[in-house]
């Protein structure tokens, strides 16, 4: 099975659409803790995760489901890079 990698820009770019498609108002910063702000919550953090694998063709296993990891946009698109690596190096 052939994955399409997307650069970094190319994911931050993604996951900003993703977050502004659910909400109003100013678009977060790249270190903006969603979390700590309100923008977001476990259900939608569910949504977010699911949105990625399905976006980025990555499978997030259950013992990675680290929340931090889906805090702010960098953390975001720093564990969807990893992941595409890794998926590429099998």
């Known amino acids: 099975m052939s994955m399409t990698v997307h650069n970094t820009d190319?994911?931050?770019r993604l996951v900003r659409e993703f977050l502004a498609a659910a909400e109003d108002g100013p678009e977060p910063g790249a270190d903006?803790?969603?979390f700590q702000?309100?923008?977001m919550d476990s259900l939608f953090?569910?949504?977010l995760v699911n949105f990625t694998e399905r976006?980025?063709?990555i499978e997030v296993d259950v013992?990675?489901?680290d929340l931090a990891a889906f805090a702010t946009i960098a953390k975001i698109t720093e564990f969807v890079a990893n992941k595409q690596t890794a998926a590429q190096s099998v």
């Open 10 to 12: 190319e994911i931050e």
């Open 37 to 39: 702000s309100g923008r």
């Open 32 to 34: 903006e803790d969603l």
């Open 63 to 65: 013992d990675e489901l």
């Open 45 to 47: 953090a569910l949504q």
């Open 55 to 57: 976006t980025f063709d």
